[in-house]
């Protein structure tokens, strides 16, 4: 398991530098005529495909059993597959994200019905708690869905996938746990030490090669959160035969 891990999360991590990288060559190409618009865009098409075959593929070897590097092809195929998924979490994303904003831009309205219903007056719990299960929904709930349907798209029919059963699954509580396990440890906390830096440490060289590897340490944290739920997901799905 913990070996698995491990190259699942290094596996990502190689992948989305290299989109990270494909991005960064994208901020810094002058859009001045039409070659360089369409480099521009085909910087942009590259790092989205990278980010999308490095979990894809990732999430394949895991649930076949096989080295992510020996799953790049058959990920491929199931590109079409993942982004219907992502436009269907696009959505449930975006939906609480508006949600949330909607309940707060109306939180006075709550507040002063509360107040005519029963002369209740503390309410902010209630606005924190709708904070709170918005942010259960985007920071957990989505990713675990992720996870789930990647796994699904390497170990189930198409059909399977597009009934949007996944969903469901993506709901069994040892998943959340890890995926809530993971976001909380490996990504919240590093994420409260980033700008944290040793008093007797010097302006000088040391200082940016500190800030370089701390950054890195805090990126693939990241990469071994989301490799673990990308592990728990696919422990749930039984691979058919014959399926790649």
């Known amino acids: 398991m913990i070996a698995a891990v491990f190259r699942t999360a290094l596996w990502l991590g190689v992948f989305d530098a290299l989109a990270g990288a494909a991005l960064l060559g994208f901020l ?24 999308l075959l490095s979990s894809t593929s990732a999430s394949h070897g895991l649930v076949h059993g096989v080295a992510p590097w020996s799953s790049v092809s058959a990920a491929a195929r199931h590109l079409p597959l993942v982004l219907v998924v992502l436009v269907v979490l696009g959505v449930l994303c975006g939906g609480a ?6 309940w707060m831009s109306r ?24 904070h709170w299960i918005v ?17 699904w798209i390497a170990g189930y029919e198409r059909r399977d996938v597009l009934t949007l059963k996944w969903l469901t699954a993506g709901l069994e509580w040892r998943l959340l746990l890890v995926t809530l396990a993971g ?10 030490y980033v700008y944290w830096r040793p008093r007797i440490l010097s302006a000088s060289s040391v200082e940016v090669v500190f800030a370089g590897a701390k950054l890195l340490f ?4 990241a990469q071994v959160a989301w490799a673990l739920s990308l592990w728990a997901a696919a422990r749930r799905v039984p691979t058919p035969s014959g399926t790649v």
């Open 28 to 51: 810094y190409t002058p859009e001045a005529n039409v070659p360089m618009l369409a480099v521009s865009t085909l910087l942009i098409v590259v790092a989205g495909v990278l980010l």
């Open 97 to 102: 994200g508006w949600f949330e904003t909607w």
């Open 107 to 130: 939180a006075g309205e709550v507040d002063a019905a509360a107040i005519v219903a029963g002369n209740i007056t503390r309410t902010g719990w209630v606005h924190t708690a709708v």
């Open 135 to 151: 942010v259960l929904v985007q920071w957990v709930l989505v990713p675990a869905w992720f996870a789930t349907a990647l796994a």
């Open 183 to 192: 976001v909380m440890l490996l990504v919240w906390v590093p994420w409260r």
């Open 218 to 221: 805090v990126y693939l944290l």
